[in-house]
């Protein structure tokens, strides 16, 4: 007896249709699997043999041919459990008259005959969707993830037995709820928030202006001097995640297995601190599966690279592109998977190898080509996509316990929505969104300066030593500088103040 | 002429030391043949340099060598000077070890300034001091002295960069110039070949080590009637210079540091030990003669002043002059700029903002 079964599997973010063709004919007991399953695949042999078994079915003791059509698409996962076993049932005993030719099957089996929680359920519903398919059967866990695509009608079951119960009719079950998104409601009281950040006014000023503009930010400071804190503050100002946006980040952290089941949707911006012994597979994407990295999970979010001097330098270079592009195509031999990876590149570094250059405090004890070799393991190429290069001190003790109230996060983010709805306005027949992005066409476009802003910047440049690559860095930050004070042009102001965001990392 | 000749092709022996090199010189004095010279050459290494290679050294001054030598050097855009020559500075051939011949690329007629006054320092300046070592530098340049330093970035580096429009600058090089573009600041090298001077005692092929720093520094020291020493540490290349312009009886003057500041210990032991304790190029001028413009008072507008009196009291973050002034960051920033722009304040390695001179 023949059956065929509709099921989802995953290539990278995109899921694609898998139909489960099972046979069971006479002859030795057997179970053979065809269609380029993987390991996880394969072992479904096992899973499903005793899930069916401790659901009160029979395993039939014949000959079972499993095909996974297409059979030139290798299939990971253990998505198939699911499919398998009710075509197994449906071939073995067709007397059950199963409806299952209407629904598309997702689901791992426990060897008791329950449903597995499994990764990337999302994209893989989101896919299915777009191909028109509209009933779906998921395991149970999943089920706040389904519940906020609209328009299918989704059953998250606990056993490979309820799913049999439903499709012979002999139970009703209720479809899962639509649930509405809204990036506040779940949004819990932050542990951080910029009024918990003692003093630090030049660096707050700093990270707001970043955040306005889309621009990376990179803190210079001695060890303590409160670098991290403020990188955490980060996604606290940043405008909230648009339903879109969720979705996108939502289907990368569900492919890569680190969604929070509970939540079954990103509603904070990510915020990644990779640490500096993570290899460039783990940060930009890779292995045999051309998994995410953590570039494409910070997307949408901030990638905070603490310590940055001590990342190898490969890692760094590695992200040179995706900083640019905004995507990152990981090829491996087995698969070529493009994710999205548009993130907020926030990093700290001291400023020498001891920590204590310029400090009045404490004396440096590096030597001069100590300090060079550290700073230069950040190459130029990399620092030119860092907009603002600010030094960070230490806060005195007196403000430390100081009780003066300080600026929530909120106050500002009010400021940053407004600066961003400005951009956006801006940049409607453009393919970029922040003013960071903006390249040399744009800053034509977009930042004209007048006569006096051109001036200054021409005696900044011969008084201050300025790189020439520090010319279009510094109109982009004036730019965000002028939209948060919702001007139209760019004034003299603006491209001081910006002017006083650049590194002064040459000395 | 020929003894010329015969110093510059001695020189190009780079296994030679120094005192070798100068007995040579001393006992062949009073020949006048090329040969008569090499013989007495031969005769000393034989007996004082062991294993010396006479052969090659008997060959290296035929004519075709030389020839080639001396090409050689006009191919790189070289001049060498003896110490016979017009060019060779008096004060330099005065001092003890003196160099032998000075190997020199730019504007030679530098070598003739009457005032020439050496500016140096550590790598490691504070950036105030970095700055007012530029614009005393560019006060003294522009009155017609001539500065003389190294090329290291810091103090040297900010001498330069105050004198080089001026176009009275000499840089002396520890090394050769085969490597003078590899190893130092290749930007200000060129500048320097076109707008200003740079010298060694060591041919071309010759790398700097660490040890050519200190002895390089008697030349600096020679050819200069007075050093500033702008930082240095107890154990910083620059306590050579002073020692040497010591001893060679030339004026030595520091800027005065915070105690317990690691960059200003020399130049405080120094001050102590009686060197003139400088804060402005009219420090300078008033010891050496020089005759320096007298610099325009500053104008600074409203807020501009308040900012740089909290500057100025000491070295202060912008969190603390917003603090002090009131001023929101955002009004604060532009401020800070002009004012960093006017060159009246300076950004150090920390953030925090200094005032370069009141």
Do not use: W
């Not at chain 1, 910070?298 to 905070?304: C, E, F, I």
């Not at chain 1, 040399?440 to 004209?448: F, G, I, Q, R, S």
């Not at chain 2, 010298?199 to 660490?210: D, F, G, L």
């Not at chain 2, 002034?325 to 150090?348: A, R, S």
């Amino acid at each position: 007896m023949l059956s065929k079964v509709k099921s989802f599997a995953l290539n990278g973010l995109n899921g694609f249709l898998v139909d489960v063709e099972v046979d069971v004919s006479n002859g030795l007991p057997a179970f053979d699997m065809v269609g380029l399953p993987d390991t996880a695949v394969k072992e479904a042999k096992e899973r499903v043999r005793s899930a069916i078994k401790n659901s009160g079915k029979r395993f039939p003791t014949t000959r079972i041919t499993v095909n996974l059509a297409p059979a030139d698409v290798k299939k990971q996962g253990a998505y198939l459990d699911l499919p398998i076993a009710l075509g197994i049932i449906n071939a073995t005993m067709p007397e059950l008259k199963m409806d299952i030719s209407n629904y598309v099957f997702i689901g791992e089996l426990s060897l008791d005959g329950s449903l597995r929680e499994v990764d990337g359920i999302l994209p893989l519903l989101i896919s299915a969707k777009a191909s028109g398919y509209t009933k779906f059967i998921i395991p149970y866990d999943n089920k706040q993830e389904a519940g906020y695509i609209e328009g299918i009608e989704v059953y998250a079951l606990k056993s490979l037995i309820e799913t049999v119960e439903l499709l012979t009719g002999e139970r009703e079950f209720q479809a899962v709820t639509p649930l509405t998104y809204s990036a506040n409601n779940t949004v819990k009281e932050n542990d951080v928030d910029l009024c918990y950040v003692k003093g630090q006014a030049f660096a707050k000023r700093a990270i707001e202006v970043a955040v306005a503009g889309g621009h990376n930010v990179l803190f210079v400071g001695p060890p303590g001097a409160g670098k991290s804190m403020l990188a955490k503050c980060i996604p606290t100002i940043m405008p909230d995640l648009s339903f879109e946006e969720a979705l996108e980040t939502t289907k990368i952290h569900s492919v890569a297995g680190v969604l929070k089941g509970e939540d079954g949707i990103v509603t904070k911006r990510p915020f990644m601190t990779p640490h500096h012994t993570a290899s460039r597979v783990a940060i930009v994407g890779g292995g045999q599966n051309a998994q995410p990295g953590v570039i494409s999970l910070a997307h949408n979010g901030v990638l905070y690279l603490d310590e940055m001097p001590e990342y190898p330098r490969s890692v760094l270079e590695s992200l040179r592109q995706p900083l640019e592009d905004r995507v990152i195509t990981v090829t491996r031999t087995k698969a070529s998977v493009e994710y999205p990876a548009s993130f907020m590149l926030c990093a700290s570094m001291n400023p020498c190898p001891c920590g204590n250059y310029g400090s009045k405090n404490a004396e440096c004890k590096c030597t001069y080509s100590q300090i060079q070799k550290y700073r230069s393991r950040i190459s130029g190429p990399l620092l030119d996509r860092i907009d603002l290069q600010i030094t960070v001190d230490g806060v005195e003790y007196g403000e430390l316990a100081s009780t003066s109230k300080e600026e929530s996060s909120k106050e500002v983010k009010r400021r940053v929505d407004l600066a961003r709805k400005i951009q956006r306005e801006r940049f409607k027949d453009e393919t970029i969104n922040v003013n960071a992005e903006m390249n040399e066409k744009h800053l034509k476009k977009y930042c004209e300066l007048t006569a006096e802003c051109e001036s200054i910047i021409k005696t900044a440049f011969t008084s201050l030593n300025l790189s020439a690559r520090a010319r279009s860095r510094i109109i982009k930050v004036a730019r965000t500088i002028a939209d948060l004070e919702l001007s139209q042009q760019i004034m003299p102001n603006h491209v001081l103040e910006a002017v006083g965001y650049r590194s002064n990392f040459n000395l | 002429m020929i003894n010329n000749l015969f110093k510059v092709v001695l020189d190009s022996h780079t296994s030679l030391d120094y005192k070798h090199k100068r007995d040579i010189i001393n006992a062949t004095l009073n020949k006048s043949t090329l040969n008569e010279m090499v013989d007495i050459a031969v005769n000393y290494l034989t007996n004082n340099v062991k294993n010396y290679k006479i052969d090659l050294f008997r060959e290296s001054f035929s004519n075709n060598n030389y020839q080639s030598i001396l090409k050689s050097y006009k191919l790189k855009g070289i001049t060498v000077i003896t110490e016979t020559d017009a060019l060779y500075p008096n004060e330099l051939k005065n001092t003890p070890f003196a160099p032998i011949c000075l190997y020199a690329k730019g504007n030679l007629n530098l070598l003739a300034s009457k005032n020439k006054f050496s500016i140096v320092g550590s790598r490691k300046t504070p950036p105030q001091i970095l700055k007012l070592t530029e614009s005393i530098s560019n006060k003294l340049a522009s009155a017609g002295v001539t500065i003389v330093t190294g090329i290291a970035v810091g103090g040297d580096l900010s001498a330069i960069k105050g004198a080089i429009e001026t176009k009275n600058v000499i840089s002396v090089l520890a090394g050769g110039f085969d490597f003078c573009l590899s190893e130092y600041n290749s930007d200000y090298i060129e500048k320097l070949f076109k707008n200003g001077l740079v010298i060694t005692e060591h041919p071309p092929c010759v790398k700097a080590m660490p040890y050519s720093y200190p002895i390089r520094n008697r030349i600096i020291a020679g050819l200069s009637m007075g050093t500033l020493i702008v930082s240095g540490s107890h154990k910083s290349g620059a306590r050579h210079t002073a020692n040497y312009a010591l001893e060679y009886g030339r004026d030595v003057f520091a800027f005065p540091y915070l105690p317990c500041t690691s960059q200003g210990e020399l130049c405080n032991k120094l001050i102590k030990d009686g060197a003139y304790l400088v804060e402005t190029a009219s420090d300078i001028a008033e010891v050496c003669g020089f005759d320096i413009e007298k610099s325009a008072s500053l104008q600074l507008s409203g807020t501009e002043k308040t900012v740089f009196e909290v500057i100025s009291k000491g070295s202060v973050s912008v969190d603390a002059i917003a603090e002090e002034t009131g001023l929101k960051v955002f009004e604060l920033m532009p401020v800070l700029t002009l004012l960093e722009i006017k060159g009246v304040i300076v950004k150090d390695g920390n953030g925090e903002y200094v005032a370069t001179q009141n």
